[in-house]
């Protein structure tokens, strides 16, 4: 099982990131897939998900309207499309996967699969 994810690195405040998220190894079209991130000396949190069939998205408060989460079945990827970038918004970002349909979380302890994650620095 690896969940691989990329595309992380250093932009100005205001700027936009895409990361991506590669899956294999698990019937991943079964599963939801979530976003974390953990800045230093903070703990976890959820960022971002989408369900196994797309249907449902959800989102940190901070997030929305800035970030959207997508899922491309054919390319067992999701990527995780970040505008408005703050310094806030640095972090070491996770993504996740959970046996989840027609729903998705951003609890952390639901995830089954976990990948190593990709740095975000925001700033000028």
């Known amino acids: 099982v690896q969940l691989v994810e990329s595309g992380g690195g250093m932009v100005q405040p205001g700027g936009s990131l895409r990361l991506s998220c590669t899956v294999s190894g698990f019937t991943w079209s079964d599963y939801a897939i979530g976003w974390f991130r953990q800045a230093p000396g903070k703990g976890r949190e959820g960022v971002s998900c989408?369900?196994?069939?797309?249907?449902?998205?959800d989102y940190l408060d901070s997030a929305k309207g800035r970030f959207t989460i997508s899922r491309d079945d054919a390319g067992n990827t999701v990527y995780l499309q970040m505008n408005s970038l703050k310094p806030e918004d640095s972090a070491v970002y996770y993504c996740?996967?959970?046996?989840?349909?027609?729903?998705?979380?951003?609890?952390?302890?639901?995830?089954?699969?976990w990948g190593k994650g990709t740095l975000v620095t925001v700033s000028s």
């Open positions: 996740a996967a959970a046996p989840l349909w027609d729903m998705c979380s951003v609890d952390a302890n639901v995830m089954n699969y």
């Open positions: 989408i369900s196994a069939n797309s249907h449902s998205t």
